[in-house]
C-alpha cells in the first residue's frame, strides 16, 4: 500500500455531536437542541433532557484530553466543525459572541500544541434555531448575508490557524434532510421542488461567497466543498436500470458539479424544465459561482445503494434512501458495506472534476461492549470495526495507485458520540470508548478500543502496515 509523502491522516467530528455545553460560553440554541431524536422525530422546538446532544460526550470541557489522545494516534488532521450559534447566538447579530470565539482559539491552539492542524467545517447540521424559525433556513436568501457574516468572522479570527475549511456538511443532503442540513423547518413533503432547489441555490452562492472571501483573507488557506459519496449502481444491467442509476446520480453529482466548475450543469436545468422548477437566481449569484471555485473536492463514504428504474426493494442509506444490493452485507444499522465503493467513488470524482480529493468521513457504526482489559481498565474488542476499515483504506489505496490524488483520509470518528441520523449513543463509531448511554448515565470516561493501537499503526507505517 502506498500513500503518498504527507498524506494527510485524521479523524473527523462535529460540535453538536460532541461539545454539548449547549447554554454555555454564550451560546444560543441550534436546530440541534430542539432534535432530540435526529432524523427519526419532530423537533421539540425547546431542549429537552432526553436530547443525547444537550451535553454530547462533553468535548467543550474534555478537548484537551481528547486531542491529547488524537496526539497519540499520530493524527496530521482533526476535522470539527464549529457550532454557529456559538459564534452568533442567533445568528442575525452585528457582532460576534467573544466567549464563544475564545473556545475555538483555545481549540486550536491545543491541536497546533500537538502538531495537529486542524480542518474546520463552517456549517455542520446546526444552524441557529433563530434563523430556522425566521428565514425557514436556506429557503431565504436572507441567510446568505448571515452566513456572510459569520464567515468573515471566522477567517479573520483564525487566519493563519486553520488552513483546510469546508463549506457546507454534506451538502447535498438538504434534498433528503432539509431541517438537519438546511435548517428548513417547513415539513419535507409540504415542500416543493422549487423551494427545495432555491435553497440549495442559496447554499451554493454562500458557499462559493465564502471561498471568495477566505481567498481574499487567507492567501494559503485551501477550501472545498463536502459532498455526501454515496454510489448507486444499477439494479441490473437493463439499459433502464443505468440510465435510471445515472439519472439519479446526477442529483448527487449536481452540487459537486456547481462548486468545481462554476455553472449549472445542462442535465439540471433539464429536470427543472421537465418539472416545473423555477428558482430565482441573479447575475452577481452566476458570476460568483463562477468565478469561486473550490480547491477541492471532500467527500463522506459509508455505504453504496442501487437503484432500479423500476424501484424495488428499499436499503437504509446514510440519509439518502436506494435498493439494496444483493452482493453486499450490511451493518447493524442496514447500512450496505461496500469498500471497493470507496475507490469506485474516488476514481469517478477524480476523473469528473480533476481536483484534489479529500476523504473527510468513513467508519462503522456498531454497538460496542466494554470488557475488562486485564490491566485494570476497560477496552472494546472492535475487530469488526479493524476491519471495515482496513478494508476500507485498502481500497483508497488502490485508487491511489489508479493515479487519484488524494490528499487524506480522516474516520469518523475517532472517539464516540452522539449519532447524526439517530440521535443515540449506542451507535459507535470511536476508537476510543465514552462511558455514556442513551439513558444519559455514564462517566464520560474514555477507554481506548483495540481499534485504537491499530489505527496508530497505520498511521505510522504511512498505510504499509495494512
Ligand atoms: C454523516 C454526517 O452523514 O454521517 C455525520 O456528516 C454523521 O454528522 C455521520 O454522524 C454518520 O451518521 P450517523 O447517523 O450514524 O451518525
Not at 500513500?3 to 479523524?11: A, T, V
Not at 436568501?141 to 490557524?161: D, H, P, Q, S
Not at 435498493?323 to 477524480?350: C, H, M, T
Not at 480533476?354 to 460496542?368: R, S, T, Y
Request: glycine content about 8%.
Amino acid at each position: 500500500m502506498q500513500f503518498p509523502e504527507n498524506f494527510l491522516w485524521g479523524g473527523a467530528v462535529a460540535a453538536n455531536q460532541c461539545e454539548g455545553a449547549y447554554a454555555e460560553g454564550g451560546k444560543g440554541l441550534s436546530i440541534q437542541d430542539v432534535m432530540p431524536r435526529g432524523l427519526q422525530g419532530e423537533p421539540t422546538m425547546v431542549p429537552t433532557e432526553d436530547n443525547l446532544k444537550l451535553v454530547g460526550i462533553d468535548f467543550y470541557h474534555r478537548f484537551r484530553e481528547d486531542i491529547q489522545l488524537f496526539a497519540e494516534l499520530g493524527f496530521k488532521v482533526f476535522r470539527t466543525s464549529i457550532a454557529w450559534s456559538r459564534i452568533f447566538p442567533r445568528g442575525d447579530e452585528k457582532e460576534p459572541n467573544e466567549q464563544g470565539l475564545a473556545f475555538y482559539d483555545a481549540l486550536f491552539d491545543t491541536c497546533h500544541e500537538y502538531g495537529i492542524e486542524p480542518m474546520v467545517t463552517i456549517s455542520h447540521y446546526e444552524t441557529p434555531l433563530h434563523l430556522a424559525k425566521t428565514c425557514d433556513g436556506w429557503r431565504s436568501r436572507r441567510m446568505i448575508g448571515f452566513y456572510e457574516r459569520y464567515v468573515r468572522t471566522l477567517f479573520a479570527r483564525y487566519a493563519g490557524k486553520v488552513k483546510y475549511w469546508l463549506t457546507f456538511n454534506e451538502i447535498n443532503s438538504v434534498l433528503h434532510a432539509p431541517l438537519m442540513s438546511g435548517g428548513i423547518l417547513t415539513p419535507r413533503e409540504k415542500l416543493s421542488e422549487s423551494a427545495l432547489y432555491q435553497a440549495c441555490h442559496h447554499e451554493l452562492v454562500a458557499s462559493a461567497l465564502a471561498t471568495k472571501i477566505a481567498h481574499e483573507l487567507m492567501p494559503d488557506a485551501l477550501v472545498g466543498c463536502m459532498v455526501l459519496a454515496m454510489p448507486l449502481y444499477p439494479l441490473t444491467p437493463k439499459p433502464e436500470d443505468v440510465i435510471a442509476a445515472m439519472l439519479e446520480s446526477n442529483k448527487n453529482d449536481f452540487f459537486g458539479d456547481v462548486h468545481v466548475r462554476g455553472v449549472y450543469p445542462g442535465y439540471i436545468k433539464r429536470y427543472f424544465k421537465e418539472h416545473g422548477i423555477e428558482i430565482e437566481t441573479t447575475e452577481e449569484d452566476l458570476r460568483l459561482l463562477r468565478e469561486n471555485t473550490v480547491d477541492f473536492v471532500s467527500f463522506s463514504y459509508y455505504v453504496s445503494l442501487c437503484k432500479s428504474a423500476a424501484g424495488e426493494e428499499k436499503s437504509a442509506g446514510n440519509i439518502i434512501e436506494g435498493e439494496k444490493n444483493p452482493y453486499l452485507k450490511e451493518s447493524a444499522w442496514g447500512w450496505q458495506i461496500d469498500p471497493a465503493g470507496l475507490r469506485y467513488v474516488l476514481n469517478r470524482f477524480w476523473n469528473r472534476w480533476q481536483k484534489p480529493l479529500f476523504i473527510v468521513e468513513n467508519g462503522l457504526g456498531a454497538d460496542d461492549v466494554l470488557v475488562d482489559d486485564g490491566a485494570g481498565g476497560k477496552t472494546v474488542e472492535d475487530d469488526y470495526r479493524i476491519d471495515y476499515l482496513r478494508a476500507h483504506i485498502r481500497e483508497a489505496g488502490e485508487a491511489v495507485a489508479d493515479g487519484v490524488d488524494l490528499m487524506g483520509y480522516l474516520t469518523w470518528a475517532p472517539i464516540d458520540l452522539v449519532s447524526a441520523s439517530t440521535a443515540e449513543m449506542k451507535k459507535r463509531y470511536g476508537f476510543i470508548y465514552v462511558d455514556r448511554h442513551d439513558d444519559g448515565t455514564g462517566t464520560l470516561a474514555r477507554w481506548k478500543k483495540k481499534s485504537f493501537a491499530w489505527y496508530r499503526e497505520v498511521i505510522a507505517t504511512n498505510g504499509a502496515s495494512l
